[in-house]
């Protein structure tokens, strides 16, 4: 069903591009120009504000490279990008852990639970399987982590890691994509590839230590009776 409707969508966006491919594209540049005229500072500071409200991180990611690459060049977009990610999950941990925690109490008290609290011994394996971890939106995973009292150093630097690495894959693919770059395209689609067989990999790789752990733990405790 899936590939049934990518299909329709490749379809439809191939028909417009065929008959109204220049309205598109001065209704394209207009727009850029119109997000340009605002300025990187603006920019920036709603892409450091905004997903911790719950707009979607791909909405500057995919913008920022055509928009400001040709003014700033890319290095410096980057750069930017990766700044704005920190000051997002620094705003979005302190929201989860300070200023609205009392609200996300009372409101799961409500339902009749508790808080998460992760164990110790869990902490980077829950960050880094959150993270990985596709279906909850970028600001909903910064909050449960943040609930669920993760030190804010291990919260920090296993988030802006990952996500930054997709940050970055996204703001060089918007960029190619918009400024018909094929080889761009396909330098990017590689890196998110590379990217997504590596979370794979490590994902398994952390899930077979976990169930490797639980086995042996029994082994562990009768021993430790039997002494």
């Keep these: 069903m899936l590939a049934v409707l990518g299909v329709v969508v490749l379809a439809l966006g191939w028909w417009a591009f065929r008959h109204?491919?220049?309205?598109?594209?001065?209704?394209?540049?207009?727009?850029?120009?119109?997000?340009?005229?605002a300025g990187p500072l603006t920019f920036f500071f709603f892409m450091s504000l905004l997903p911790s409200l719950g707009c979607p991180l791909s909405v500057f990611t995919l913008t920022a490279g055509p928009v400001f690459a040709p003014v700033l060049g890319m290095p410096l977009v980057l750069f930017l990008t990766l700044l704005s990610l920190a000051l997002n999950l620094a705003l979005s941990y302190?929201?989860?852990?300070?200023?609205?925690?009392?609200?996300?109490?009372?409101?799961?008290?409500?339902?009749?639970?508790?808080?998460?609290?992760?164990?110790?011994?869990?902490?980077?394996?829950?960050?880094?399987?959150?993270?990985?971890?596709?279906?909850?939106?970028?600001?909903?995973?910064?909050?449960?982590?943040?609930?669920?009292?993760?030190?804010?150093?291990?919260?920090?630097?296993?988030?802006?890691?990952?996500?930054?690495?997709y940050a970055c894959a996204f703001v060089l693919f918007g960029d190619a994509v918009v400024h018909g770059h094929g080889k761009r395209v396909m330098l990017a689609l590689g890196l998110f590839a590379v990217l997504t067989v590596t979370v794979q990999m490590l994902r398994r790789r952390y899930r077979a230590r976990r169930e490797s752990a639980a086995a042996m733990s029994p082994v562990a405790t009768e021993e430790e009776a039997a002494q």
Excluded: C, H, M, N
Excluded at 106 to 112: A, D, P, R, T
Excluded at 134 to 158: E, K, M
């Design 94 to 165: 302190w929201l989860a852990r300070r200023a609205l925690r009392p609200l996300f109490a009372w409101l799961v008290g409500w339902l009749g639970y508790s808080l998460p609290r992760a164990r110790e011994a869990d902490y980077l394996g829950l960050v880094f399987l959150l993270r990985v971890t596709p279906g909850p939106p970028f600001f909903l995973q910064s909050y449960l982590l943040g609930l669920a009292d993760i030190p804010f150093r291990v919260y920090f630097l296993i988030s802006w890691l990952i996500a930054g690495l």
């Design 20 to 37: 109204y491919g220049g309205e598109l594209g001065a209704w394209r540049d207009a727009g850029l120009a119109k997000v340009r005229s």
